[in-house]
């Protein structure tokens, strides 16, 4: 069982999680109050204002639907690519790609 992770429940996970952001928080604080040069209370507000802008915006965005959505997205512009221009994947010229790009091309 050497190198194999542990499952870890949902308490210790959210215990680490909130650890992190508690340290994130001190650490922004006050880096934040001596470069503008405000106060901590002040600093804190800023941070605050960060976290319920930044804190909401990555859900949607990565995790486990990042792939599903790109490969969503990947699949239509292709589909729309060939209804357009039908057989144009086909129609590449061999003398314009060399055999390093056709190893390394997507089918």
Known sequence: MAGLPL???????????????????IIGVTMVAIVLGVSLLQAFML?????????PTPWPLTGY???????????????RRRAVNPGAD?????A????????????
């Open 7 to 25: 499952p870890r429940q949902l308490k210790v996970r959210a215990l680490h999680a909130l650890g992190f952001e508690t340290g994130f928080v």
């Open 47 to 55: 941070e605050i204002g960060f976290m319920l802008f930044f804190l």
């Open 65 to 79: 639907g990042t792939p599903c959505a790109s490969a969503l997205f990947v699949t239509a512009a292709r589909a």
């Open 90 to 94: 086909l129609r590449r010229s061999a």
């Open 96 to 107: 314009t790609l060399s055999p390093k790009t056709i190893a390394t091309d997507e089918p």
